[in-house]
Structure formats: C-alpha cells, structure tokens
C-alpha cells in the first residue's frame, strides 16, 4: 500500500495519468473538455510570473561567476556556433522528410477558395522587420518594460550586461552576487510550489485540445501529423543521439532523468513551462552554473529544434496541398529565410503559427492563405515543437558543457545510472576547471 501511495505521489506519475484523463474526457464530453481550457492557462501564467525573474537571476550569476570575459566569450561564441548547426540540422530534416512523404501530394486546395478569417488573428500579428528593426528591438525601452512584457531577448541583453559588470567589478559585486544567490533559490521555491499544479493544468490542456479539435477533424491530416511525430523522434533518437553519444552520456537515461519535465511539456504544450526546471536539473546532473545560466536562457530561442522542423514541413505541406510548383532552389531559400526568422521564435504554444505566417509572406511564392489547412492539427503538432525543443536544449546544454570542459563527468554518469554521488569524492576535478569552481561540495542523491 505504501508502495503504491509513493508511485502515485511521484508528480511524473501524476502528470502522466491526468493526461490519460483529460485526453478521455476530450473524447467523451468535447463541451465539457473545451471549458477546461482555464486550467492550463493559469499554469502557464504562474509560470510565466516567475519566467522574468528567474531568467535574470540565472544569467547574471552564471556570468558574474565565471570572473572572466574570456570565459563568457569561449562559452557564448560556441553555444551559438552549436545552435546554427543543429536547427539548420532541423530545418534540412524537416524539408527532406516532407518531401519523401510528401503528405499535401493530392489535396488538390484552391487557395482562393479557402477562408482566411479563422488565420486574421495571426497574419495580422506578422511584422515585416528589417535586420535593423530586430537589432534594435534587442536594446529595451527601459529594463522595467523588458520584465513587464516577459521579452525574453531583451531580459538576456540586459542580463548579459549586468553580469559582465559585476564580473569585472570582482569583490566588490559579492553582496550584489550574494542577494542574487538567495533571491535565485527563492524564485526555484515558488516554481517547486507552482510545479504542484502541473497534473491539474495537465489535464485540463489536454481535455481542451481533444475536446475543442477532436479526432475526427484531423483524420484528413493525420499524414501531416505522423510526419511531424515521426520526424521529431528521428532528430531526438538519431540526431541528439548522436550528440549524446559524442559528449560520452545516454540519451535514453538523460530523458528518463528528465521524465518530470518533459511530460509537462507534453500536457502543456509549452517548453516555457518546465524553464525553471530545467536549469535545476542541468546543474544537479553537473553543468556548471555559468553555462546553464548562460545557454539555457538563450536556447529558447535560438536553438527551436522542433519549431524548425515544423516549419520546413508545415510550408513545403501548403506548397504540396495548393499545388503550387517549387523548384529545388525555391525550397532552398524557404529553408535560408527560415534560419532567420526561426531564431525569433518563443517558447509559448502559438508563437510557430506567427512566425510561419511572417516567412510565407515575406516570400511570397507559398499562398499564405493555406494556414487554413494547419489551424486543426497545430494544436496537436504543438507538443512534438515543445518536447523537441526542451529535449533539443538539455542535450545542447550538455554538449556545450562538455565542450568548454564544464560538465562533471563522474556526477553525470552516477546521477544517470541512478546511484548516489558526492562532489566531494571529485573535488580536485572542480578545482581543475574555473567554470566548473561554483559546484558545492554537497552530497547528491539521484534523483
């Protein structure tokens, strides 16, 4: 009995049956289902509170620690280095796959016939930004504005900034460091207490999704829907395999350790929603605060692995359904602009739909009207983006780690092995590296 009441309190567990349960009610009571929306939007609200706050404190920690600009640079021009060649990886996986399959061939859609209006709330948030425009929206009107509006790019600027001061101001920033220190581990207490909440949010995200959209109006689009799974799961097994076994740690155990987060994700369809989580798991497992505090932030969103294979995928889709003839160069250049306008995508469940609205217009040779066909299977398409990109930026975080020789080895592998490891017994290795110095002396049970 014991047993069983420890299995069920484990919130993986949790989360896990709730999306059993929402998916159900979705199927047998859509009216009720549909309501339920509420639920998982007050979850990623909480979150979201929370988002700002945690971000700053992370990334000007991890940089005031490195007490380096040398350091911040090696870290910073290598992070950005991996994250071009794994979502261009993503955006060539995705064309290539779409047009093997090629699940639009067929569907013969006359865009002028197709109803726009459904898609006027997202066309209507596209903007036609010069590289100026997004250079400058970069710089925010006051740091008070970056943290109300939740602009992740412009909260790591100013972050970036910060830290990099009272790096350079050495001693003297230790108060300032410190209050960030006890302001960061409070900010985690609130997360862990909001995380109480995820089967609930869970099950009400799901119900929503299954009861508003069903399973009936997709079945024309089911190949669409295959494709995305099927190719997500061949970068995450084959691709991040690949990366995992490089860096000398397995996948399969390193998603197991984060079985938590990534089945909120895929309640949630959110990668926004398990943020805070994260970087606790990835300095537990042996990242050094730095270089968590440092790519995870900026890998949000930069490195969208599952955004960009949906991007490539969903346009090529509207090209094959509309009928409308690309040449091997016209898919080439979807997928240029794609390496750019990707980079700009969030971590919210939506925020694919604008993006891919912007590059269709920007180009003009795939009918923009043709997001019509995606509105009743992008809600579902929504958690392969999320779990592929939280999956995408874990494994990046350990790669980078281990490429600047800021991951723990022994600690990783005994954490991933399920075994219990103290730092103390690989205090000569801490001390051997200056990004890895901020590791405390802790014994670490695995989780």
Same mark, same amino acid.
């Given at each position: ?19 059993? &349960? ?38 000007? #920690? ?22 071009? +060649? ?6 060539? #996986? ?41 250079? #400058? ?67 009400? &995200? ?5 009861? /508003? ?9 089911? /190949? ?18 690949? +990366? ?8 399969? /155990?390193?998603?197991?350790?984060? /079985? ?54 969903? &346009? ?20 240029? +602009? ?110």
């Amino acid at each position: 009995m014991l047993r069983i009441k420890k299995f069920l309190g484990t919130l993986y567990i949790q989360v896990l049956l709730a999306v059993i &349960a929402g998916a159900l009610l979705g199927l047998y009571d859509p009216g009720l289902g549909a309501k339920l929306k509420p639920l998982g939007d007050i979850f990623i609200k909480l979150i979201k509170m929370v988002f700002a706050p945690v971000i700053f404190a992370t990334v000007v #920690l991890g940089i005031a620690k490195m007490e380096s600009m040398k350091e911040l640079g090696r870290v910073g021009t290598r992070a950005l280095l991996y994250f071009e +060649v794994m979502s261009t990886f993503a955006l060539g #996986l995705g064309l290539l796959m779409v047009n093997f399959i090629g699940p639009g061939n067929g569907m013969n859609i006359d865009p002028k016939a197709l109803d726009t209006k459904s898609i006027s709330g997202y066309t209507s948030a596209v903007k036609h930004d010069t590289f100026m425009d997004f250079v #400058l929206n970069l710089i925010p009107a006051s740091v008070i504005d970056a943290f109300a509006k939740n602009e992740v790019l412009q909260i790591l600027v100013f972050s970036i900034l910060l830290g990099a001061a009272l790096a350079h101001m050495g001693k003297r920033s230790a108060p300032v460091v410190s209050f960030l220190d006890v302001f960061s581990h409070a900010m985690f207490r609130v997360v862990a207490v909001v995380m109480r909440l995820a089967p609930i949010a869970a099950f009400g &995200a799901i119900a929503f999704t299954v009861g /508003k959209y069903g399973f009936g109006s997709i079945i024309s689009l089911a /190949k669409l829907m295959g494709a995305m799974y099927g190719t997500c799961l061949l970068f995450i097994f084959v691709v991040l395999n690949m +990366v995992a076994k490089i860096c000398g740690f397995s996948l399969w /155990k390193f998603l197991i350790y984060l /079985k938590e987060e990534i089945l909120t994700v895929l309640g949630t369809s959110s990668s926004e929603s398990v943020l805070p989580q994260l970087i606790s798991k990835l300095e537990n497992i042996g990242c050094s605060k730095p270089v968590v505090g440092l790519v995870v932030p900026s890998g949000l969103t930069f490195n969208p692995d599952g955004q960009c294979i949906y991007y490539t995928m969903a &346009a090529i889709f509207i090209a094959q359904a509309t009928n409308t003839p690309l040449t091997l160069s016209d898919q080439l250049t979807v997928m240029g +602009v794609l390496m750019l306008t990707s980079k700009g995508s969030a971590g919210v469940s939506g925020s694919g739909f604008i993006t891919l609205a912007a590059t269709l217009a920007s180009l003009g040779t795939i009918p923009v009207e043709g997001m019509v066909l995606l509105l009743g299977v992008d809600r579902f398409m929504s958690e392969a983006r999320a779990l592929t990109n939280t999956i995408g930026n874990a494994v990046g975080t350990m790669a980078i780690a281990r490429w600047v020789g800021a991951l723990d080895m022994p600690r990783a592998t005994a954490i991933l092995n399920g075994r219990a490891f103290s730092v103390e017994t690989d205090g000569q290795h801490d001390a051997s590296n200056p990004v890895l110095a901020d590791h405390r002396s802790v014994t670490t049970q695995a989780i």
